[in-house]
């Protein structure tokens, strides 16, 4: 079946603009993660959903990123007035239940100017 | 803290065996997962233990020892498309099930 999709795969902004990126997770999973990933480290993670109710949003890195998933299914990140440490790849990752093994999509590829 | 160590990068030959280790210092454990990640793809899911012992799956094996905190990737019959980084994540007890990941190791593989 599907996997998790995310678009736009790669994103170009200048600093001070803002974007928006979507995540599609596999039918049916609860749960949906979104993970920011520097080149060369391990994905960090930024906020957790189930449904549509954000349960944790302790490593979003500032008041400047906004994520949410209105109908429980579609996830958006907003990052609002980008800078250039905000370049890195976003993962979005679903899963059954909080519990079961998390599926990554391919991820955005932001570079900030 | 919350720590999770791995090498940074490996070599191996070609039909050869690699193991990759992994060890960890979290406050609070309930699995520990292995995705290999091809440059510019998404992590794919490898194994998961949540129990001392070993998991095999092919020529893939995963070990994990949660005395010592300690866990690690073994691959066999090695296979040019090995080549990626392998990312060891942990998941803590937190109501939120979020992945805490390590560096990841840069595996190449040598014909």
């Known amino acids: 079946g599907a996997g998790v999709s995310q678009s736009p795969r790669y994103k170009v902004a200048k600093r001070g603009q803002d974007v928006a990126l979507r995540c599609d997770p596999i039918?049916?999973?609860?749960?949906l993660f979104w993970y920011q990933q520097a080149l060369g480290q391990g994905p960090e993670f930024l906020t957790y959903?189930?449904?549509?109710?954000?349960?944790?949003k302790s490593g979003l890195p500032s008041d400047r990123f906004f994520a949410e998933r209105p109908e429980g299914s579609v996830s958006t990140l907003k990052i609002q007035r980008t800078q250039q440490e905000d370049s890195a790849v976003y993962l979005c990752?679903?899963?059954?239940?909080?519990?079961?093994?998390?599926?990554f999509g391919p991820g955005t590829r932001l570079l900030v100017l | 803290g919350q720590n999770i160590d791995q090498p940074t990068e490996m070599t191996a030959t070609e039909g050869a065996i690699v193991q990759i280790n992994c060890t960890y210092q979290t406050s609070g454990f309930n699995g520990l997962f292995w995705y290999q990640q091809h440059a510019g793809e998404a992590p794919t899911f490898l194994s998961y233990?949540?129990?001392?012992g070993l998991e095999e799956k092919g020529r893939f094996s995963s070990f994990l020892s949660r005395s010592k905190g300690y866990s690690y990737l073994l691959l066999k019959e090695l296979q040019m498309k090995d080549s990626a980084s392998y990312l060891c994540?942990?998941?803590?007890?937190?109501?939120?099930?979020?992945?805490?990941f390590g560096t990841g190791t840069r595996l190449k593989v040598l014909a």
């Open positions: 039918s049916g999973h609860v749960s």
């Open positions: 990752a679903s899963s059954l239940s909080g519990r079961e093994t998390q599926y």
């Open positions: 994540a942990v998941r803590g007890t937190s109501g939120t099930y979020k992945y805490i």
């Open positions: 233990n949540v129990l001392d």
């Open positions: 959903f189930q449904n549509e109710a954000q349960l944790d």
